[in-house]
C-alpha cells in the first residue's frame, strides 16, 4: 500500500508536463484606450442603483444599533449614566 502510494508521488513530481517553467510566458500586451470598458447605461442609473444598495447597508447598521442599545440598557449589563443616581432619602 505504502509502495503504491510512493510509486504515485514519485511519477507525479517526476512529470514534467505538469511543471510550468518560468520561461513559458505570454508577452506583455501594450495598455490601449481599446481596452478601457465602455459604459452600457447612464452615470444616473448605475449611480442610483449603488446608492440603493448603500442606503440599504446604512440602514441595517442604525436597525441594528438601536436594537443593540436598548437591548443592552434594558437588561442592566451596561448603565449609559445620563443621569445622576437616585439615593434614597429614607
Same mark, same amino acid.
Given at each position: 500500500?505504502?509502495?503504491?502510494?510512493?510509486?504515485?508521488?514519485?511519477?507525479?513530481?517526476?512529470?514534467? !508536463? !505538469?511543471?510550468?517553467?518560468?520561461?513559458?510566458?505570454?508577452?506583455? !500586451?501594450?495598455?490601449?484606450?481599446?481596452?478601457?470598458?465602455?459604459?452600457?447605461?447612464?452615470?444616473?442609473?448605475?449611480? !442610483?442603483?449603488?446608492?440603493?444598495?448603500?442606503?440599504?447597508?446604512?440602514?441595517?447598521?442604525?436597525?441594528?444599533?438601536?436594537?443593540?442599545?436598548?437591548?443592552?440598557?434594558?437588561?442592566?449589563?451596561?448603565?449609559?449614566?445620563?443621569?445622576?443616581?437616585?439615593?434614597?432619602?429614607?
Amino acid at each position: 500500500m505504502f509502495f503504491r502510494i510512493s510509486n504515485r508521488l514519485t511519477n507525479v513530481i517526476r512529470s514534467s !508536463k !505538469k511543471i510550468r517553467s518560468m520561461s513559458d510566458y505570454a508577452p506583455m !500586451k501594450e495598455p490601449h484606450m481599446n481596452d478601457i470598458p465602455i459604459p452600457h447605461e447612464s452615470f444616473e442609473v448605475g449611480y !442610483k442603483k449603488r446608492q440603493v444598495g448603500n442606503n440599504l447597508v446604512l440602514l441595517t447598521g442604525i436597525a441594528f444599533f438601536t436594537f443593540s442599545f436598548f437591548f443592552v440598557t434594558n437588561s442592566g449589563v451596561m448603565i449609559p449614566n445620563l443621569t445622576p443616581p437616585k439615593r434614597n432619602l429614607e
